[in-house]
């Protein structure tokens, strides 16, 4: 649940700092900026670069949808299969997506919008498709627990060299990483404790060689350095303005990061990452100016360098799109 309080002052902080990231511009090439043009695909709340399909992003729907996952090319934006998962209940509230080095998708049935009044959560499991194609597979489902009590959480994390889960709570105060156990077990729940403190945060992804945790919120981006599995030294990280910052993920050679929204026709955003693209690297995170940049044209001007800057029209029109949305939410 947002505070419309908490997301005013935070438009304003991002006015006041500026500062933008350089944005890649669309084009014919994978792995670019795009739009998800799916009218089925109206709440994308979590992004998953392919391995096995160069250029192939997976998301879903945060609710009230089903049990699917979507296969969208980022050269076009167009969907080239949908998953129905098959052997899970009927998920409540699908919030992240990873995938893992054992080549499955792990889906985070993990959101709790009223803090807590779930006393466990779900992850889906199933093997990434090697032929994309709309298809129903069979997912194996694990009950999840945290070790502390139940919370509301967005981000759901796979390690890229371990397979091991983690999970970033969100809290307007302030949340906590938490960590699965070695190996899930489907003969009972599966208990995450508690391993560092973390902002507010919508989204995670490691970084290709797993040696940077990116976690995003609404109006900013932290990287962390990743060792032993617990959480280094910080630092902001630039990213694009949105209107509903949802989702995060590095692109498979670790060249980039992709930052998606919610919405109609909502568009994934290419931020380049300094000295990635060495095939598994991108253990540096993009620029560490902690501004945000318009992801749209005309949404801001240049400096002559390829970055932008925030305009205080654009900065407005954010308040007022998350101001309808958070009214919108509590009445739901």
């Known amino acids: 649940m947002r505070s419309l309080l908490t997301v005013s ?18 084009g014919d090439e994978a792995d670019r900026t795009f739009t998800i043009e799916d009218s089925r695909i109206t709440e994308s709340s979590g992004l998953a670069a392919s391995r096995a399909h160069p250029g192939i992003y ?3 729907n945060d609710s009230e949808d089903g049990p699917y996952v979507y296969a969208v090319d980022s050269r076009t934006g167009k969907t080239v299969a949908r ?32 803090d807590g009044s779930w006393d466990h959560v779900w992850i889906y499991r199933f093997p990434e498709p ?6 129903t597979v069979r997912a194996t489902q694990f009950d999840v627990k945290y070790a502390d009590g139940a919370r509301n959480a967005e981000a759901l994390m796979v390690h890229p060299k371990t397979g091991r889960v983690y999970i ?12 699965g156990p070695a190996k899930l077990s489907t003969g009972g729940a599966n208990v995450f404790r508690r391993v560092g403190e973390v902002p507010w945060v919508t989204d995670g992804a490691f970084s290709p060689d797993g040696r940077e945790l990116v976690l995003r919120s609404y109006f900013s981006t932290r990287a962390y350095a990743f060792e032993g599995g617990r959480l280094g030294e910080d630092h902001a990280v630039s990213v694009p303005l949105q209107g509903q910052s949802e989702s995060v993920t590095y692109t498979a050679d670790g060249s980039a990061m992709m930052f998606g929204s919610e919405g109609e026709q909502s568009e994934v955003v290419r931020v380049d990452v300094e000295g990635g693209g060495s095939g598994g690297g991108g253990s540096k995170a993009p620029s560490r100016d902690g501004g945000a940049s318009s992801s749209g044209a005309g ?3 240049t400096d002559g360098t390829g970055k932008g800057t925030v305009t205080g029209g654009a900065v407005v029109l954010a308040v007022i799109a998350l101001a309808v949305f958070g009214f919108r939410r509590r009445r739901g």
């Open 83 to 114: 998953i129905t998962m098959q052997g899970v209940g009927a998920p409540r509230d699908v919030e992240a997506i990873s995938l893992g080095p054992d080549g499955n998708l792990y889906v985070g049935d993990i959101g709790d919008n009223l």
């Open 58 to 60: 997976w998301t879903h």
């Open 299 to 301: 949404g801001g001007g």
């Open 130 to 135: 090697k032929r994309l194609a709309d298809a």
């Open 168 to 179: 970033a709570s969100k809290n307007e105060d302030g949340g906590g990483l938490y960590e």
């Open 9 to 26: 002052a935070a438009a304003t902080l991002l006015f006041l700092t500026g500062a933008a990231p350089a944005v890649a511009d669309d």
